[in-house]
């Protein structure tokens, strides 16, 4: 089935060729627990970081790529996977997606290393496709108000299971252990695919039949590895170590090689030519920001708040209280996103992406400037949580009405990759900061704050061009 192009509001448009389901209640239902399954296992481990740390004698760095081999490896399956579930259809793919997931979490649950647990977190990221993979099945098989309901209720999943975590994961670690967290985890993941199996159509045929873009694929992998490694390990190493600047260099080279090969190619897996219309270039700057900023607080937060505070400037908390005290931003996160299309129709997408990146910057500054200060940064973090709720929405509308209809599929999947990019980015910088800082820990956490801040900033300046480009086009 071709794909269609979702209203300008948000809503799918109603697709060509759905197929008629009895109980359309409950493909949404189970297509959103994958969803939900996913989003849990992105921030999960995040209240857990420096109890994994400890555990497992990883130092700042390795326990960072924790949650960075994740991201980065959707980064890069998530297009892959999507490639196959066109090719050999989409319920087919999803549910051998959510298998790989489940062994993956079980078998991060009995590692015995650092090592190991980092090879399952990278095989569990191949879950980074489940949210694709569901929304066109929900396109196949639902139609009207009911395909509309499912367009609202799975990409909210993401927000409420990242939020969900952030409390489930510290209650999970103080009780029963980190392990818990991936035991548990695979039960959901494999209740998910049973309600899948069980609810879930066949739908129509595969949309397209294409080869594997492999070249792109290697290219994509050892672009990112390399970048975000030298970042990474800059601390480490020396920034200005012939290890460091080689690695730095070779994934650059890469990822321009990437670009070249991309734009020659007939089934890309992330299709670079959608960056020659100039507003998608803005609008990927402004979801790098929205994916990187709350991962910054992701990283350093729990730190921060688990830190003793006879340190100075740590909070002294349990890892239980750190995931409360992240709550409130979780919820704001919901809210931002609800809010969206009223700010919409008052200034505009552009300028609603303007307010979304200022509001970031003012939570993230907060945190910079009073990070030794529990209730400061807790409200802080909450407003920070507000604007990126505001950012998550928008962007995905930004991309739409700047791409042109027959690209908004390849536009759509190029911004998410870009988006798990700009989340895959963060730790390995906050790590690096933290690492730097040792002799003034709290002067490094307001460092990574005030990168935060910057790159906010920057996220206001580029949608207010937008805001400019829109009213150029208007004339």
């Known amino acids: 089935m071709p794909p269609t192009r979702p209203a300008p509001d948000g809503a799918p448009a109603r697709p060509t060729d759905s197929t008629v389901v009895r109980h359309p209640g409950r493909v949404t239902f189970a297509l959103s627990a994958a969803v939900l399954a996913f989003s849990l296992m992105q921030t999960l481990v995040v209240p857990a970081l420096p109890t994994l740390g ?218 670079v030519r959608t960056f020659r219309h100039g507003p998608i270039v803005l609008v990927s700057l402004l979801t790098v920001a929205v994916g990187f900023v709350p991962y910054v607080c992701y990283v350093a937060l729990p730190l921060l708040m688990q830190a003793p505070a006879g340190t100075g400037y740590g909070h002294g908390m349990s890892v239980t209280l750190s995931g409360l005290a992240m709550l409130p931003s979780a919820v704001l996160v919901f809210l931002g996103g609800r809010a969206t299309p009223a700010l919409v129709r008052r200034i505009g997408p552009g300028g609603t992406g303007a307010v979304a990146a200022g509001v970031m910057a003012l939570g993230a500054a907060g945190l910079a400037l009073w990070p030794a200060t529990p209730w400061a940064v807790v409200v802080a973090f909450s407003v920070l949580g507000l604007g990126n709720g505001i950012g998550y929405a928008i962007c995905a509308q930004l991309v739409v009405s700047w791409s042109p209809p027959t690209e908004t599929g390849a536009a759509t999947g190029l911004n998410s990759v870009v988006r798990t990019v700009g989340s895959a980015a963060a730790a390995p910088v906050v790590t690096a900061l933290l690492a730097a800082g040792t002799t003034d820990p709290a002067g490094a956490y307001s460092a990574a704050f005030w990168v935060a801040t910057t790159v906010s900033v920057v996220g206001v300046l580029v949608a207010l061009t937008l805001v400019v480009r829109s009213r150029r086009a208007a004339h």
């Open 54 to 271: 400890r555990e497992l004698g990883a130092t700042a760095q390795g326990t960072g790529w924790i949650l960075t081999a994740f991201l980065l490896a959707g980064a890069v399956l998530a297009p892959v996977v999507g490639n196959l579930g066109d090719r050999f259809g989409h319920r087919r793919v999803l549910l051998g997606t959510i298998l790989v997931f489940a062994a993956a979490t079980l078998a991060a649950a009995v590692a015995p290393s650092l090592g190991v647990l980092l090879a399952a977190r990278v095989v569990q990221g191949v879950s980074t496709a489940t949210f694709p993979l569901a929304l066109a099945l929900a396109r196949s098989v639902l139609s009207g108000p009911r395909l509309a309901a499912a367009f609202g209720w799975i990409p909210g999943m993401i927000g409420l299971g990242a939020g969900a975590a952030l409390v489930v994961g510290g209650v999970v670690v103080d009780a029963l252990g980190w392990r818990w967290l991936f035991v548990l985890g695979a039960v959901l993941i494999l209740g998910s695919g049973a309600l899948v199996a069980a609810w879930v159509p066949r739908g129509g045929a595969p949309a397209v039949q294409r080869r594997t873009d492999w070249p792109g694929i290697a290219l994509l992998a050892g672009g990112l590895v390399g970048v975000l490694l030298a970042v990474s390990q800059g601390g480490s190493w020396g920034w200005g170590s012939a290890r460091t600047l080689v690695v730095g260099a070779a994934g650059v080279l890469l990822l321009a090689v990437l670009v070249l090969v991309e734009r020659r190619t007939a089934a890309p897996v992330v299709d």
